[in-house]
Every structure is written in structure tokens, then in C-alpha cells.
């Protein structure tokens, strides 16, 4: 199982304002929190809702050389336009960055695809068209297909596609949860070789004890055959579920990952 830290995001206000204010030692402070925390992969966005592009663009190639400055991690560069993925893309010089995200939009997969050739990315592949997030199954498998053809006529693996089925918040569907988890299998045996990631805090939105919610839907996902989760790396409850869930399922040698855990958090009390 890979995790994906998700701090580093321009929606969060600290985040804006640190990119803003170009604050080096705050971002410092959360790109190693989540690296010592056990992310495998750092997301980067820096979409702080400047409506020009060119402006994000120079935003994200400042945070994503700040970022690898200080982790060995991959960087997963996260953004919905072309020129601000370029932008973080070409600043990633320590190991294989991934992509987030690529859709079944015809112009998505037409920006997306060369970058992807270029370096080698990992793709986190959003199961969703032009249209928007499709309602029912079989609109989003239908998405996913899309991807999968256009991926591999490109000549890249399809295991470097990992398709996010998109999570909706349970308060305003009560299948959203179950609709994801048959889909995690369903992804998997349609399209052999590709891989699942999800995020998980739509689930809860709108809820009580939201944290709970979370952990509980990170565990049934990971148990449905999850790849990748975009999680808070940092927050002791999830990553101990996290650890323990991948424990649970074998892929955790003598569950060395799930005590080491235990253990730095015991250390960090």
C-alpha cells in the first residue's frame, strides 16, 4: 500500500497563505512531518484560487523545488491545467514524479498523455468524463475505460494508471461507500495490471466524528484490494489504521511497519 500525504494543498488556508507569503520554513515543516510520518509519495498543489494561470504556474514551480529540496519522496503534482503540471514536473529531480490527475476528458488525455511519456509518471486516473462524475457504476467504469485504451495505445503500462473511483459524501448518498468498494474490484479485474487510489475525505463530509468515518471507509478499501490512499500521514489514528489494515491482510511482514509505528508514536508523546 502506498501513501499519498495530502498537506501540501493550496485549498488548505495555511498552505495558501504560505505560498503566498513564499514562507520556506512553514512548508518545510509539513513536507517533513509527512515524510517522517511514513508518506511514500507528497502531493503538491498549488492552486490557491488565482484565476491566473500563468500566476499558479510560477506558484507551483517555486512549491514543488521547495518540496524536493527537503524529501527523497516522489512528488505526486497535483493540478487540472497543463502548464502548472509542467511547471512542477520540471522541477521533480529525485526520483519518478506521479501525475495527478488524468481523466476520460478528450483534451485532458491530449494534454496529459505526453507528460506522462516524458517522465515516466504514475497517473492517478479520475474515473469521470466530460460530463462530470458519472451517477452510476457503469458510467464511471465506462470512463475508465477510456483512459485505459488511451493510456496503453500510447504505450505506457497499465500499471502506472492508478483509477480513482471518485468518493461522494455518505450524508447525501448512502451507497456512495459501497458503490466505491465493489468498484475498487470491479476497476481492477476489468482493466488487468492497473492499480486504485482514492481520497478518502469526501466520504464523511457533512458528518460527526468525520475522522472515524474516514479510518473505517480507509480499512473496508484497503480490504477491497486499494492500491493508494491520499491521506494525512501525520494524524496518528489514520496512519495506525492504515498500518494495521495492511497488517490485517498480509502485507506486512511480522507487522514490522505496524509496530514501528506504535513505537514513533509512543516517542512522539
Known sequence: MIVIGEKINGTRRLIAE?????????IVSVVRAQ???GADVIDVNASTGKPDMAEEAGDMEWLAALVQENT?????????????????????NRAVPWINSISAEPDRIREVLPLAKKYGSPMIALCMDENGIPEDREGRVNAAGIIFRAVTEAG???????FDPLVKPLCTDI??????????RELKE?????????GLSNISFGLPMRGLVNNSFMTLCIGAGLDAAIIDPTNPSTIMAFRAADALLGNDRFCKNYIREFRRGQTDK
Do not use: C, M, Q
Not at 504560505?18 to 512553514?26: E, H, T
Not at 519522496?73 to 521533480?92: C, F, H, I, Q, Y
Open 190 to 198: 476489468t482493466f488487468p495490471g492497473t492499480r486504485t487510489a482514492i
Open 35 to 37: 515524510d517522517l510520518s
Open 156 to 162: 505506457i503500462g497499465p500499471d502506472r494508471i492508478y
Open 72 to 92: 527523497e519522496k516522489p512528488l505526486a503534482v497535483d493540478s487540472d491545467n497543463p502548464e502548472v503540471l509542467v511547471a512542477g514536473l520540471k522541477r521533480t
Open 175 to 184: 451507497h456512495a461507500g459501497s458503490t466505491v468498494l465493489g468498484l475498487i
Open 18 to 26: 504560505a505560498i503566498n507569503n513564499r514562507d520556506r520554513d512553514f
